[in-house]
């Protein structure tokens, strides 16, 4: 680590006022706290009880919680492209793997260049401390879109979202939005041929560096909620748990994100009772919804299937718990949660228009949070105010 | 009197910048919303709202004196009403293809905010060459904002300008390129954003002015 300090000590002098690099300075203040926690604290005066690990530790820790289903999903489009080309069992995991992380850095990169751009020159027009939210949205983005976004559309959307679902309410745990679900919202609603359909939108279709296979472009690969509006779905349920079906890139293994959700749990970042709740409603809802007939098609999937297909699992997990846009009450918590499980498989059965209602649900409860809030701190000073009139 | 006196400059210029009825005052954006996913309609619309608001000032500004306060808005009201009458009719002669586009926002005319408030705040209290110079200038307030809006929308959302295709075919995902419209744009809640933005920008261009 000590390189590392001299370095940023040997920079200080340059970004201090009327240093030469002083336009820099948000930018390496951003990198600098992002490596070593900084040692000024909230001045005295008032009472402040502070966790020892500050918002840029409990980024780093959703990010690794986040990895497993990114690692995984990399394999999966190496997997998918292999099987779309007919040559999976000739495959060796590693280039399968190798060729999925091929085909998914660019937009990693693409995301986190356009976003963390954006709220540099916002923090350094503003003079303020650079904000950490991006960390997370950056690595969200690329994992809950479909493999073949073109990158240009992506950097559109990423920038969209930064400016107008951010930045425009006061940066960082100011949003009523996430960001990442408005930059995902933009693209579905914006460039819907690149977000739905089963015509070649899941699966990476052309060799990079000579890995991976060209596919035909009449290959076409469905994902489970995409089969759902036929009325008949071919996949496996163990596939869809393990993940080797098409989707999102992020979004398609249970497993790999219920490692996440195991670290984001241990760690106290994410709530249980909304991850739990999210599932809860979900799970009621798709029971409810088992075999009803919609248009001429009778609903095909079963309630816990729910649960594994589409973006459920990853929202409920990574996306609903955002501790800026849930809600914050202990009580809200639950309603929250359960709100969204219920609207999501309300969308996904009823509106064979969207077939993934995930990210709608989420959104529309991230706009009502503060009501919950509101409701559940109302009704709480209602009962204390009766309390003290007997 | 003089006709070019610096009240009545300012009284068709004001409107056109720092009292934007749009972007200052923030009237007239159900309209805005609505008409401006193409560029025709939306300079027919803002065209139409200039002659209407002009006329309608011009007309309550003769009749200010012997209006009674009391039934004032609606003597407004019949003389807007004829005179939108009088445009939605003209425009389905001439330009029948346009005022189906734009259905029932000539109509709407009528509860534009714009022309109310006109009528109540300078017309009933001012002569009719200014009143008419402050109609005019406060439609053409209202048909720039609207033309911008309909310029980005139509751009990006169709990627032509007056029905023309600008953008080349040959960039287009379908024809081998890598180009696609913004579907976005083409809906109202885009065009929201869009007003946001051109609000933002003039007001921040004209920020010592306040």
């Known amino acids: ?390 | 009197m003089k006709l070019f006196s610096d009240e009545n400059k300012a009284a068709f210029s004001s409107p056109l910048n720092l009292n934007n009825p749009v972007t200052v005052q923030v009237l007239g954006i159900c309209s805005a919303l609505a008409v401006t996913s193409q560029l025709k309609p939306a300079i027919i619309m803002g065209l139409s709202v200039t002659v209407i608001t002009a006329m309608a000032n011009l007309v309550i500004s003769l009749l200010r004196k012997t209006i009674p306060n009391r039934i004032r808005i609606i003597v407004q009201l019949v003389v807007v009403a004829a005179l939108v009458t009088i445009v939605s009719q003209l425009l389905k002669a001439f330009v029948y293809d346009v005022s189906v586009q734009l259905s029932v926002y000539v109509g709407l005319i009528i509860t534009n905010c714009i022309l109310m408030g006109r009528l109540e705040a300078f017309a009933m209290q001012n002569g009719p060459w200014a009143s008419t110079l402050d109609g005019i200038g406060n439609g053409l307030g209202y048909a720039w904002v609207l033309v911008a809006v309909g310029f980005v929308r139509e751009l990006f959302g169709s990627g032509k300008l007056f029905d023309f295709q600008v953008i080349p075919d040959s960039w287009y995902a379908a024809n081998g390129g890598w180009y696609m419209n913004n579907g976005m744009m083409v809906m109202p809640a885009m065009s929201l954003i869009i007003v946001g933005c051109v609000i933002w920008a003039h007001r921040s261009l004209n920020k010592e002015e306040k």
């Open chain 1, 1 to 390: 680590m000590n390189p590392i300090k001299k370095l940023f000590d040997n920079i200080r002098p340059h970004i201090e006022e009327g240093g030469k690099f002083h336009a820099f300075r948000s930018l390496v203040d951003g990198f600098e706290t992002f490596a070593f926690v900084p040692n000024t604290t909230s001045r005295a005066g008032s009472v402040n009880i502070h966790d020892a690990i500050d918002s840029k530790r409990i980024m780093s820790f959703v990010v690794i919680a986040l990895m497993p289903a990114l690692i995984f999903g990399m394999y999966n489009v190496g997997y998918q492209n292999a099987l779309a080309a007919g040559v999976l069992p000739h495959c060796h995991r590693w280039d399968l793997f190798l060729y999925g992380a091929l085909a998914v850095l660019p937009k990693i990169i693409v995301s986190y260049v356009v976003g963390l751009g954006i709220e540099f020159v916002v923090a350094q027009w503003k003079n303020e401390e650079i904000q950490e939210g991006f960390l997370v949205s950056g690595i969200l983005i690329p994992m809950i879109i479909p493999v073949n976004t073109p990158l240009w559309i992506l950097a559109i959307a990423v920038a969209f979202s930064v400016i107008f679902a951010k930045e425009i309410f006061g940066g960082t745990g100011m949003n009523i939005f996430n960001p990442a679900l408005i930059t995902r919202a933009f693209l579905f609603f914006s460039y819907p041929s690149v977000m739905t359909g089963d015509d070649n939108v899941w699966v990476a279709q052309q060799s990079i560096l000579g890995l991976g296979y060209n596919v035909p472009d009449t290959y076409t690969a469905a994902t489970p909620l995409g089969q759902a509006v036929t009325g008949h779905i071919s996949t496996l349920d163990i596939n869809a748990v393990v993940g080797l079906i098409p989707g999102s890139i992020g979004e398609t293994s249970v497993i790999a994100i219920a490692l996440g959700a195991i670290l984001l749990l241990w760690t106290g970042i994410a709530s249980w009772k909304t991850m739990f709740s999210v599932f809860a409603g979900g799970a009621l809802m798709g029971w409810l919804l088992e075999g009803v007939k919609v248009g001429d098609v009778t609903n095909p999937i079963l309630w816990y299937q729910h649960l594994i297909y589409g973006g459920f699992a990853f929202g409920a997990v990574f996306m609903a718990t955002d501790p800026v846009t849930s809600a914050r009450t202990e009580c809200g918590k639950y309603v929250y949660g359960f709100l969204i499980g219920i609207v999501a498989v309300m969308v996904r059965v009823l509106n064979p228009g969207y077939p993934e209602g995930m990210m709608l649900a989420i959104l529309l409860m991230n706009l009502f949070a503060p009501l919950v809030d509101y409701c559940v701190v109302q009704s709480n000073i209602n009962k204390r105010a009766k309390r003290a009139a007997k």
